[in-house]
C-alpha cells in the first residue's frame, strides 16, 4: 500500500512539473531559412513550420516548434530556404506538348499558321491528360504549387492536376471558333458549365470558365462567361490587350481599346484575370484598378513573341493585383518559375532604364502572395502563416551558385533556379521530397509524353502551308 501510494504522489509532481503535452502536427520541415512573405515580411533563420493536416499550425524557431509539436513526419531542411509554393497564374499545362514545334515568330503568325493548326489536328482528350501530367511534373520539380490553367478538354487538366497533388485555377477555354471540345461557343458555354458543376467544392481545383480573348468570343459569348463565373462564384480568365494588333483591331472594330470594350460589356463586373496587359493605356489601368481585376504577367512568353512589355510598374502603384505566369511551354519554353522572376526583374529594370525598378522583393511578392491576390485565394495561400493551407517548398542554397549567401530573397529572384528546389508540398501532402516526385511515375509520365509527340509531328507534317481560321 505504502509503494503503491508513493508511485501515486510521484506520479501527480511528474504531472505538475511537465510541459504541457505536445501537440499533434503531421509534418514539421525545420532548420531552414524560412521566408514567410507574411504581413510584417518575416525572416526567421533559422525558422520551422508545423503543418496538421491541409493547414499550417505554427510558424516560429525550431526550438518554439519541437517543445510545442509532435510531429509523425519531419523534413530536415538545414541550409535551405522554406518559402511559400510558386503561383503561376497564366498558362496552358497542355502545350508543353508544342515545346519547340514554333519558334522564332510573331503572335499572330505563330498562333494562326502553326498553334491553331496544330491544335485543330492533335488535341484530344488523350494529348490533354499526357501534356498536363508532363507539365505538373516539371512544375512540382520546380516549386510550383499552383497552376492556372485555359485550355480545352479541362476536366482533363483537372484529373491529371489532382492526381499529381497540385492546386490549380482551371478554366475551360471558350472561343469563337470550331475547337476540338467544342463545335461552336454555345457549345463551349455549356461544356465549361459541366466542368465547374463536376469540381464545385474540390479542394484542390477551382473549375471555372476562360474566355480566349475579345478578338476569338464575341460580345454575347463574353458576358456569357461573366455570367457563368459570376454565378459559380469563381474568377473569370481571359487574355488581355497582349500585341498592339489587337489594340489597333479593337480600336478599328469597337472604337474601344480591349480593356474598354470589355468594360463596356460589364465583362468585369465579376472578379477576373486578365493575362498580360502588355498594351494597357492610363485609362485601361484606370478600369482594372476600379473593377479589381488581377494582372498575370508574362515576361518570358512576351519577350519571345516581342509582344513588349506590360506596364507592371504603373499597375502596381495604381494598386492593381500583379501576379506572374509562364503561359504556355510553346511560347517560354519551360515553365520555371524561378525563371519568370529573374526575367521580371531583368526586363522592368532595362525597359523602364531604372535599376531599382522590379526589386528582388516585389517580384518575389509576385509569385507568391501577389499571385494569391490575383486569383482571389490571398486568404488560403501566398504566405506561410497559420491558418493558411500547407503549399511550400524547400530550396536548396548548397551549390557554388548559391555561395555565399548574405540576402535569401535576393537568391531567390537572381540566383535560383527550378532544378534547387528540393521538396515540394501541397495542401500538406508531400509531392517531392528531396527531388523524388512521389505522387506521379516521372519516368512513365516522360515515355508516354515522347509517344505522343511523334503524333504531335505526324500531323503538323501532313498539314500543308496551315493557314488561319480566324477571320481577321
Ligand atoms: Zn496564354
Not at 508513493?6 to 521566408?35: D, H, K, S, Y
Not at 509539436?69 to 518559402?83: E, H
Not at 468585369?268 to 498575370?296: C, E, F, N, R, Y
Request: aromatic share 4%.
Amino acid at each position: 500500500m505504502a509503494i503503491r501510494l508513493a508511485a501515486v504522489v510521484l506520479a501527480v509532481a511528474t504531472l505538475a512539473a511537465a510541459p504541457p503535452a505536445p501537440r499533434r502536427a503531421t509534418l514539421v520541415v525545420t532548420g531552414g531559412t524560412v521566408v514567410t512573405m507574411d504581413g510584417q515580411r518575416r525572416i526567421l533563420a533559422p525558422g520551422a513550420v508545423a503543418i496538421d493536416g491541409t493547414t499550417i499550425v505554427a510558424v516560429d524557431t525550431p526550438e518554439a516548434i519541437a517543445r510545442r509539436y509532435s510531429a509523425a513526419d519531419v523534413i530536415r531542411a538545414d541550409g535551405a530556404v522554406i518559402m511559400p509554393g510558386l503561383i503561376n497564374t497564366h498558362g496552358h499545362a497542355a502545350m508543353v506538348m508544342y515545346r519547340g514545334l514554333a519558334d522564332d515568330l510573331a503572335l499572330m503568325d505563330w498562333l494562326q499558321k502553326y498553334i491553331f493548326p496544330a491544335e485543330r489536328k492533335t488535341v484530344s482528350p488523350d494529348l490533354v491528360r499526357v501534356g498536363t501530367s508532363l507539365a505538373v511534373l516539371e512544375m512540382i520539380q520546380s516549386g510550383t504549387t499552383l497552376h492556372t490553367d485555359m485550355y480545352y478538354f479541362e476536366e482533363e487538366v483537372a484529373r491529371a492536376t489532382k492526381q499529381a497533388g497540385m492546386r490549380g485555377v482551371l478554366g475551360q477555354t471558350v472561343i469563337g471558333f470550331p475547337v476540338a471540345d467544342a463545335k461552336t461557343p454555345a457549345e463551349a458555354l455549356a461544356r465549361a458549365e459541366r466542368f465547374m458543376n463536376a469540381f464545385t467544392h474540390d479542394p484542390l481545383i477551382v473549375a471555372t470558365v476562360a474566355a480566349h480573348s475579345m478578338y476569338t468570343v464575341d460580345a454575347d459569348t463574353l458576358k456569357a462567361t461573366r455570367d457563368l463565373a459570376r454565378k459559380f462564384g469563381v474568377p473569370l480568365l481571359t487574355h488581355l490587350a497582349e500585341t498592339e494588333e489587337e489594340v489597333t483591331q479593337s480600336l478599328e472594330k469597337h472604337h474601344l481599346t480591349p480593356a474598354a470594350y470589355f468594360d463596356s460589356l460589364g465583362f468585369w463586373d465579376t472578379p477576373a484575370v486578365a493575362a498580360h496587359g502588355v498594351h494597357i493605356t492610363d485609362a485601361d489601368i484606370a478600369i482594372l484598378q476600379k473593377h479589381g481585376v488581377g494582372l498575370s504577367h508574362n515576361p518570358e512568353s512576351n519577350m519571345k513573341l516581342a509582344s513588349g512589355t506590360a506596364p507592371i510598374t504603373k499597375c502596381l502603384n495604381a494598386g492593381i493585383a500583379v501576379g506572374l505566369g509562364t503561359d504556355g511551354a510553346a511560347s517560354n519554353n519551360d515553365l520555371d518559375m524561378f525563371e519568370a522572376m529573374r526575367q521580371t526583374a531583368f526586363l522592368h529594370k532595362l525597359v523602364e532604364k531604372d535599376p531599382t525598378a522590379a526589386s528582388a522583393q516585389s517580384v518575389l511578392e509576385m509569385a507568391t502572395l501577389g499571385g494569391a491576390k490575383v486569383l482571389g485565394m490571398a486568404d488560403r495561400i501566398g504566405s506561410l502563416e497559420p491558418g493558411k493551407l500547407a503549399d511550400l517548398i524547400v530550396v536548396s542554397m548548397q551549390s557554388a551558385r548559391q555561395t555565399p549567401m548574405y540576402n535569401p530573397i535576393s537568391h531567390l529572384v537572381y540566383v535560383t533556379r527550378g532544378d534547387d528546389v528540393r521538396t515540394t508540398i501541397v495542401n500538406g501532402r508531400i509531392l517531392m521530397r528531396d527531388r523524388r516526385v512521389l505522387t506521379l511515375d516521372a519516368p512513365a509520365v516522360l515515355a508516354q509524353a515522347r509517344s505522343m509527340a511523334k503524333k504531335v509531328r505526324a500531323a503538323v507534317e501532313a498539314a500543308a502551308v496551315p493557314q488561319s481560321s480566324i477571320a481577321r
